[in-house]
Nanobody
């Protein structure tokens, strides 16, 4: 069974940090573009960060300089390090493999 399982979400105060993980099972992430998306209540799902099979990264302007995406092909896991979190980062964060495979998401809430 192909699965992407996100973890690491939670509640933090503004300025805090979280590290999200996306563990793949039943499918290998190597050779695939991996990405993080997020969806806030009442809003469309939006791209946050992506990493190519060769390690090239790209980010949404809203998270540049604060978030870092990385991958560990041996562990079959993708990470999203999120620093300087702000209330507007509050959303459910989803991992995506290639064009079609999504995880169930992990909730991130930033509030004081």
């Amino acid at each position: 069974q192909v699965q992407l399982v996100e973890s690491g979400g939670g509640s933090v105060q503004p300025g805090g940090s979280l590290r999200l993980s996306c563990a793949a099972s039943g499918t290998a992430i190597s050779g695939n573009f991996m990405a993080w998306y997020r969806q806030a209540p009442g809003k469309q799902r939006e791209f946050v960060a992506g990493i190519s099979s060769g390690g090239i990264t790209n980010y949404a302007d809203s998270v540049k300089g604060r978030f870092t995406i990385s991958r560990d092909n041996r562990e079959n896991t993708v990470y999203l390090q999120m620093n300087s979190l702000q209330p507007e980062d509050t959303a459910r964060y989803y991992c995506k493999k290639g064009a079609f495979i999504w995880g169930q998401g992990t909730q991130v809430t930033v509030s004081s």
